[in-house]
């Protein structure tokens, strides 16, 4: 993907950070590559969720063009279907030369709409690339995959690397946050480690990955372990989980993942207010359950246990999650933590832990 210098992050309407995961993410680990916010529904008396970041907010790219070469869509699909304003504002980009960074399972070079204020389709166009006939900007699709993927072999059971999988019992849930956290203070302790992205969020990061959700069933587990393979010469790795094993939705790449990752442990992502799991009206899994269900299935394939629990807690007071803390402590008698608020090192602790790593020189 090309690499951009500076971006507008379309956050259009966004109402927690969950609806716009990628702003709140990219805001918090590439601050210097984000110009501005485009949100037509911003005002003083009712600011964008992100007003807080200090970027400033614009109501449309027209209102920006000459301070980004990207425009970065940063929500979650409502219904399944495009709103007509993000079409206008991917169509506007496009039209005046700036590129659109498409983290969507949609191809806008299918959207009649996009297709016909362009011109049509540029026959030179790729999976990955979408070009028009009449526009300067290109389409970059984060979710393209590998043509070469192969199936699962077993070889990731034999880096050097130990492997690190986020899980969770839910999707959406702190997953990517605490895998690049835990990547952080490893690489602060003097570890050789690296983040393995796994999602569209996690490759907008590191620059690199695969967008498992994209990929065929069959050759989901081999693309996870041929991203493992390619630095399992490292000392540790941290895969970024997906979904979760109890959501129906997404259950299926979870899986994957952990076939493909084959874990020498896990860290197990919670949120304690939530009480269904997400879009279902399905009970969220006890941490007990949870733990219990990820080792078993882990275990298939390599034996790995759960070394701690990484809480989301953004809509709760200090107080309360302490409280939260403690009470996942108790019941799981592994060391739990707010990563955002409270830091990430009980948890890196832990997996030092696990792996009998000494603290180096650095």
Request: hydrophobic share 40%; aromatic share 4%; net charge positive.
């Amino acid at each position: 993907m090309k690499k951009f210098k500076k971006l507008a992050l379309l956050v259009e309407g966004a109402k927690d950070i969950f609806q716009a995961k990628t702003a709140s993410l990219l805001l918090r680990y590439r601050p210097d590559d984000i110009a501005v916010l485009v949100d037509s529904t911003h005002t003083n008396s009712s600011p964008n969720v992100f007003s807080s970041s200090g970027v400033p907010v614009v109501k449309s790219i027209k209102d920006c063009m000459n301070k980004v070469d990207g425009l970065l869509i940063c929500l979650v699909l409502p219904k399944g279907k495009v709103p007509k304003t993000w079409l206008d504002e991917v169509t506007t980009a496009i039209k005046n030369g700036v590129d659109v960074i498409n983290p969507l399972h949609v191809n806008f070079g299918a959207l009649e709409p996009v297709v016909k204020a362009l011109g049509g389709v540029d026959p030179t166009s790729t999976e990955a690339v979408t070009l028009f006939k009449k526009g300067k900007g290109k389409v970059y699709n984060i979710r393209a995959v590998p043509n070469d993927l192969k199936l699962l072999s077993l070889e990731v059971l034999n880096t050097k690397a130990k492997r690190v999988l986020t899980v969770g019992t839910d999707c959406n849930i702190g997953k990517m946050l605490t895998s690049l956290e835990l990547n952080k203070a490893a690489l602060k302790h003097g570890l050789d480690s690296s983040f393995i992205a796994t999602g569209q969020i996690g490759i907008l990061v590191k620059g690199e990955g695969i967008a498992v959700d994209r990929v065929i069933s069959d050759f989901l587990p081999g693309a996870v372990e041929g991203l493992i393979l390619k630095e399992g010469k490292r000392d540790i790795l941290f895969v970024e989980g997906q979904g979760s094993i109890f959501q129906p939705i997404y259950s299926a790449v979870t899986l994957g993942l952990i076939h493909g990752s084959a874990p020498d442990a896990m860290i197990l992502c919670h949120m304690p207010t939530r009480k269904k799991l997400r879009y279902t009206d399905i009970d969220m899994p006890d941490l007990k359950t949870a733990i219990r269900v990820h080792e078993e299935l882990a275990g298939m394939i390599n034996k790995s246990k759960v070394v701690g629990i990484s809480l989301n807690c953004y809509d709760l007071n200090d107080a309360e999650t302490k409280k939260a803390i403690a009470e996942a402590e108790k019941i799981t008698g592994l060391p739990a933590t707010d990563p955002v608020k409270f830091g990430i090192d009980k948890l890196f602790d832990a997996v030092k832990k696990e792996f009998l790593i000494k603290d180096c020189d650095c």
